[in-house]
């Protein structure tokens, strides 16, 4: 999904988990663990990033060493965080037995209620010298920001996407970096495959990044979701349309993490179109047209759509001349 040294653009609707597994991805490269899907135990790792219980998840690979990982959190409270990453205390109202995150990974957010600049003309421009900052400080390998919204109001156009993309491409490579970077999408047609188009704002952000995937959510199979790749320029697409790999979300070791479980084809997730009879009526229409020879501009004319329409309803039939 995502290579060393890649700006990396992961999308999601809301409450689907971009967050949870962005955390989970980072937990696991801050180890440097080489953990598969085959092998649910034992793992190259210092002891000291073992595990409490000494063994590995198998929910995510890696082949990277361990690395210096910072999150940048501009979504989450602490307490917000906190519920993630520990156990309710059931004699209390606090939260108990936490996670053991590794010394690599760290978390670092704004302070919500700040107003000052420090001599900054506004606050990209502040926000922009803090990552700087942090990265230096902490030696960062990699750059997590959740999400691309924080770091600009607007990246629905390509007048403000194009800025912000030359913006964290110059960080990843003065710095030697790499960024995962989390987005929303906007309001979709779940019945639809997930696709480039889904990203919220400009293709800018899709055209600009070096890998892409997002996750979705499964309409047959409640509290299911789904990765997908959506862009890669190091290798070819392995978790496409008809190779989605498929997964929950859950505690394990007091960490909300993805647990996965296989691989399946998206459009068994995806939500059931309602039938309309009119529709129906119209594609045999164009179908029958077309099987007789007819063009497109002429099929247009005769059940009076576009042109594009017949054009793409013909493709999305797999019609053939």
Known sequence: FWFQGELCILFADTNVGKSILAVQIGDMISRGRVSSPHVSKGVSAASEDALPDGRATDTLTTDSPPLKVVYFDFELTDKQFESRVAMRDPLGDGYVAHYRFSHNFSRAEIDPETNELHGFKNFEEFLNHSLD?????????VLIIDN???????????????????????????????????????????????????????????????SSFAIGESHKDPGVRYLK?????????????????????????????????????????LKAEKHDPAKAELMEQIKEYFEAGKSIREIAELVDISHSTVARQIKNMGLKP
């Open 229 to 269: 790749q959506i862009k890669a320029r190091n290798s070819a697409l392995i978790y496409h349309s008809e190779n989605v790999l498929l997964g929950t979300v859950e505690k394990r070791d007091n960490l909300l993490q993805f647990a996965f479980q296989g691989t399946g084809s998206e459009r068994e997730h």
């Open 133 to 141: 900052k942090v990265i230096v400080e902490q030696n960062a390998d």
């Open 148 to 210: 691309l919204t924080y770091l600009r109001d607007e990246t629905e156009n390509a007048r403000n996407a194009l800025p912000l993309m030359k913006y964290l491409k110059e960080i990843k490579s003065r710095h030697g970096i790499s960024i995962l970077a989390l987005a929303h999408t906007p309001k979709r047609d779940s019945a639809k495959p997930l696709g480039r188009n889904d990203l919220q704002g400009s293709k800018m952000l899709i055209n600009f990044c070096d």
